[in-house]
């Protein structure tokens, strides 16, 4: 046998075996129709019957990847709260000098550098968070200090704002 014949049976064989392969399990059996089409031939396609379960389970978890979908589109669509790669400064705390407490319960007033400010209002990048009736509370991102109108002992040799309680 030369080597063109064994090529040729080899392609035949493997041939044969992806068709045999490709046809899908039960085409060939007989049916209820005894394995004939309408025009009497051997159908090679099988009988599909849809299961409205699986086709319910598919539907499902298609609706939960696009829910999916969405929430991460919406979380990467969401600006950065600052960029990792550069060193974050805080404003300075130096500046700020608490001279006054105006009272009131329902609307207090801190004099901070000579200028009067409410709670929710800022002063170089720090936001009066609460005004007691000797001391102010400010906020710069996630830190918290407070402020005393009058020194005390252990604040006068610190010179350190002393960091608030959580609110």
Known sequence: MTK??????LAAVLTGVLVFL????GAFQRGKSGGRGAAGRVSAVPAFEPDMGEIQNF???LAREKQLEDTVREVWQKPWPHDPF?????PSTKNIKL?????DELMPI???NGETFKVGESIEGYEIVRIKS???IFRCGSETFELQLFETREASRAKEPKP???L
């Open 110 to 112: 801190a004099i901070v």
């Open 4 to 9: 063109k014949q064994q090529q040729i049976i």
């Open 99 to 103: 001279t006054g407490i105006v009272w």
């Open 164 to 166: 608030a309680k959580p």
């Open 86 to 90: 550069v060193r974050q400064m805080r």
């Open 59 to 61: 539907l499902g978890s």
């Open 22 to 25: 490709w046809i899908p399990k």
């Open 134 to 136: 000797s001391s102010v």
